[in-house]
């Protein structure tokens, strides 16, 4: 692993505990999670990555020119992830349209947007980088604790793949080339960015087990 993502991942040791352990996961390993919790996060994680699109689109509008096609290839995946979200939601008969996002899904993909427009593209990458580390790590636990035959399945293979771990990986990999060489003020700039991203992603395990909405 590179350095400058150990770092990190070091520094969100006790973010990253918490999420491994939220309910969430642990229900939907063991199979004791209620079918109208699950369908409110595909509901949620549906509008997310629809969101997440023009996050990465911003993100490849200020990327060094090696990693635009690695930035097309994201935004291709992304609409083949919408894919894989409208058909397993059409045999589970869960709705897409007219969702409201929650309040967590709407900040979290409002900081995502801020970030990509606002800050560096290695500030944005950081984001990027922390948002599908946490995915993967997430879905992983699930996968290696399922006690279950999972109605779920689909979804937990999305994010365990081989092809989904090299991407992670690269993301980790690339992440280290782009700190190379930065100042330490820049470096603790993403540190902060990359904690707040994994606390965001904290949120939406609470929200979708909490099934929040707006209070009024
Ligand atoms: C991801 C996601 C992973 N789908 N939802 C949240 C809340 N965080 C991270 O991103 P992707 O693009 O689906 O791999």
Redesign the pocket.
Known sequence: MSNFAKRLLDRGQEIWDAILNHRFLKMTADGSIPDQTFKNWIQQ?YL??QE?IPFIAVLLSKAPLNLRPAFIEILSA?DR?LEMFRKNAASHKVELENVTPSPTCYG?NQFLLSTAHNNSFAEGFTVLYA??K??LDSWMEVKNNLKIQSPWQAFIDN?TNAEFQQFVDWLASTLDELAAGKPEHELRKMEELFLTTARY?YL?WEMAASEETWPV
Request: cysteine-free; aromatic content about 36%.
């Open positions: 994680d997310f990555v997440a992304l992830e979290y948002a599908e946490v995915y994010w992603e939406f």
